[in-house]
């Protein structure tokens, strides 16, 4: 049930994100709300089963909504998943400024690795041109995303964790 509801919730995240992007037209700057919720789960989530099929569930809805070729996307943040996994346990992930410098640089990886993808599937190096022109400004957003996934995951969390009188859905 749990898994369940984490996944809903967090796809409608980035089904929210695409919406306001393409409404008000934000083609560079965007909150990456993926990478942020991707990091709230490397953290946070006591149980790596848990947070491992919850994160491929948003990898699969980030590749729906994502521009890129397919699995382009998913695979990206499968990878800053796991890395945020390791190198999480090693930081002060309590601190605010630790969380948004990681976000920044999870972000740029996260670019990175698509880039790096696309040019290795296609060859193109026109490619590089907007990645480079994009990704810092883009990143640079990214502690955004960080902090609206922490405040909308922490409340659905608060929602499952046991409240004397409250329901234990666990």
Not at 14 to 36: K, Q, R, S, T
Not at 65 to 83: D, H, S, W
Not at 85 to 112: E, Q
Request: include cysteine; glycine fraction near 8%.
């Amino acid at each position: 049930m749990r898994i369940f509801v984490l996944s809903l919730v967090c796809l409608f995240l980035l089904l929210a994100e695409a919406l306001l992007i393409n409404l008000f037209g934000f083609d560079v700057l965007m909150p990456h709300l993926g990478v942020g919720l991707v990091i709230y789960l490397g953290t946070r989530s006591p149980q790596l089963f848990e947070a491992a099929a919850v994160t491929l569930i948003l990898a699969w809805g980030a590749d729906l909504l994502a521009a890129t070729p397919p699995g382009t996307r998913a695979m990206a943040l499968t990878v800053v998943f796991f890395l945020v996994r390791i190198f999480g346990t090693r930081l002060n992930v309590d601190s605010r400024v630790i969380l948004g410098m990681l976000s920044v640089v999870a972000a740029a990886l996260m670019m990175a690795i698509e880039v790096g993808i696309i040019l290795a599937l296609t060859g193109e190096l026109s490619l590089l041109e907007p990645f480079l022109l994009g990704a810092l400004p883009s990143s640079l957003m990214a502690p955004v995303g960080v902090l609206v996934s922490m405040v909308v995951l922490s409340r659905v969390e608060d929602f499952f964790s046991d409240r004397k009188g409250g329901l234990r859905l666990r």
